[in-house]
């Protein structure tokens, strides 16, 4: 059932994304009179159709549809969609219309600006959306990040080994402030960072980052986790340890080993799974010892202290902005880590993922904050790979818009056929590392 569920959510998150990016050149298209031939969502491979706006049942009812100037359809193989403009090369490689006359309604005909808009509708209806997303979750969840100012991290073995410490407090990396406590290890990654300021007790000390070590960063989750004190907050009612512990008691030691924080003592509870464990509580100036009942999964029903969330609501007029300045802040920041991904000695190629790992974030339960939140990412990033200036992406078509009104010269078919050809070989190259990706997350 959780497979079901995340496949429906990637298929239907990726239908609307893509029939938001062909809406825009349809759109730019149909502004400027250039005949739109078909427009699909998904591939209609083989000319095999799921629904075509040109046969069956749709014709029956809709009789004059067969005489509509575009072909709308859905195809059989959900890897995209594609809106086919006359007198352009594209995805299809139709070089059969192209040896005939140019016609007014063809796409090669237009000026070069004009051309321009119609290629760079898809990315900007991207944007768009990605702006209309988040000013939604704004205006309606409003913003929660936990701070980073005055909350510690807890370690693993790869932060440990770059000469970080648990409780230690990251206070810069380089002359960045960072303010998200969860995007440490990103920005770590992302900045190309090589001093971090860190508050270790008293001292203030400077940690300098081995750039050799960025891959690891990278392809190692779980480097910062919130060191959290084991302080009391709340008792699991009806247990024996609600009359045994107070709200604000300071966990010190478990079976006689010191506790500093809720993470050293989980392994401690866990030899005691089903039965009983001798702590020492700090209570106001007193320290007293007393027996908690550890259950069979080695929980001792204790809620400590929430650490610091930053949360803010917003009109609908304050979220419209807000919107704005999030999906230029979320360009940029996957702008660097393609930048990343471009960089063999990072290994961040090792974490290009195809429609798998794009279906394992998706929640296992229907959440309309976490599905819309993804959509805005997910349209983003699907509008800036679209802007890479390779061939048979949308930003190949740009570059050689831009050269022409530039220099005046428009290249020949032949040149932009040829292009297409080692765009659509590179896409697949991509693919098949995507893919190989995945499996091998999935066999490890």
């Not at 960089?343 to 998706?362: H, L, M």
Request: aromatic share 12%; charged share 20%; glycine share 8%.
């Amino acid at each position: 059932m959780v497979v079901l569920v995340k496949t429906l959510q990637v298929i239907l998150a990726l239908s609307v994304l893509i029939l938001i990016h062909e809406l825009g050149h349809f759109t730019f298209a149909k502004l400027f009179h250039i005949r739109v031939e078909k427009f699909f969502l998904f591939f209609d491979v083989g000319g095999v159709k799921l629904f075509s706006s040109r046969r069956g049942w749709f014709v029956k009812l809709f009789p004059r549809a067969a005489k509509w100037e575009t072909e709308y359809g859905i195809g059989w193989l959900p890897l995209g969609g594609y809106c086919k403009i006359a007198g352009m090369i594209d995805e299809s490689l139709d070089t059969e219309s192209m040896k005939q006359e140019p016609r007014p309604w063809e796409f090669r005909t237009h000026s070069a600006w004009q051309r321009l808009l119609v290629m760079s509708g898809g990315v900007l209806y991207n944007f768009i959306f990605a702006i209309l997303a988040y000013t939604v979750i704004l205006d309606i969840w409003g913003s929660a990040y936990l701070k980073n100012e005055g909350n510690a991290v807890y370690v693993n073995e790869l932060a440990y080994e770059l000469g970080f410490r648990n409780g230690d407090r990251i206070l810069r990396l380089d002359d960045y402030v960072p303010e998200d406590f969860t995007m440490l290890q990103v920005d770590l990654a992302r900045r190309d960072v090589r001093k971090v300021t860190v508050l270790r007790g008293t001292d203030t000390l400077d940690i300098y980052m081995d750039q050799a070590r960025i891959g690891d960063v990278l392809n190692t989750p779980g480097m910062f986790d919130l060191a959290v004190p084991f302080v009391v907050d709340t008792i699991l009612a009806g247990t024996p340890n609600e009359r045994r512990l107070l709200h604000g008691d300071r966990i010190v030691h478990v079976d006689g080993e010191p506790v500093e924080y809720l993470q050293e003592a989980r392994p401690l509870f866990a030899r005691h799974a089903g039965g009983e464990v001798s702590v020492d509580i700090l209570r106001g100036a007193d320290t007293l010892q007393v027996p908690l009942q550890v259950d069979s999964t080695g929980r001792v029903g204790v809620y400590t202290l929430s650490p610091g969330y930053e949360y803010k609501e917003y009109s609908f007029l304050e979220a419209v902005p807000a919107g704005f300045k999030l999906t230029f802040s979320t360009i940029g920041g996957y702008l660097k880590d393609l930048k990343l991904v471009a960089t063999p000695r990072t290994e961040a190629y090792k974490s290009v993922g195809s429609f798998i790992a794009i279906g394992q974030v998706f929640p296992a339960q229907w959440d309309w904050y976490r599905f819309v939140s993804l959509l805005a990412l997910l349209s983003i990033m699907l509008g800036v790979m679209n802007l890479l200036p390779v061939p048979a992406l949308d930003g190949g078509h740009i570059v050689i818009c831009l050269y022409e009104i530039v220099t005046g010269r428009k290249p020949s078919d032949k040149f932009i056929l040829a292009a297409q050809m080692v765009g659509m070989f590179l896409l697949v190259m991509l693919m098949v590392l995507a893919f190989g990706n995945d499996i091998g997350r999935l066999i490890r």
